[in-house]
Nanobody, 118 residues
Framework: QVQLVESGGGLVQAGGSLRLSCAAS????????MGWYRQAPGKQREPVAALTSGGNTDYADSVKGRFTISRDNARDTVYLQMNSLKPEDTAVYYC????????????WGQGTQVTVSS
């Protein structure tokens, strides 16, 4: 199975920046897409950003212009650069990947905490 390990979370002041990393145990070329979700206490898990193997990106309206998803194929790693952070961004952030057929299964990381103070 594919293992995903997130890192880079922490505590930051409003207006600050963080970069999250998601390292995959397989080549990113074997993953149809990768993305980031987040879940705040008492809230539903929501999609934040996605990146397909073809390089296309998609963002939630709430983070457009502030967050950027990117990848480093040599390191089998996907990043989420988060700028102009707001207290509303506070959540556990999860990395998600979907394998290429016939291994089109969803894989999830364990999550990394992001806390934005005001």
């Amino acid at each position: 199975q594919v293992q995903l390990v997130e890192s880079g979370g922490g505590l930051v002041q409003a207006g600050g920046s963080l970069r999250l990393s998601c390292a995959a145990s397989v080549s990113i070329f074997k993953l149809a897409s990768m993305g980031w979700y987040r879940q705040a206490p008492g809230k539903q898990r929501e999609p934040v950003a996605a990146l397909t193997s073809g390089g296309n990106t998609d963002y939630a309206d709430s983070v457009k212009g502030r967050f950027t998803i990117s990848r480093d194929n040599a390191r089998d790693t996907v990043y989420l650069q988060m700028n102009s952070l707001k207290p509303e961004d506070t959540a556990v952030y999860y990395c998600k990947a979907r394998g290429i057929r016939p291994f089109a299964y969803d894989y999830w990381g364990q999550g990394t905490q992001v806390t934005v103070s005001s």
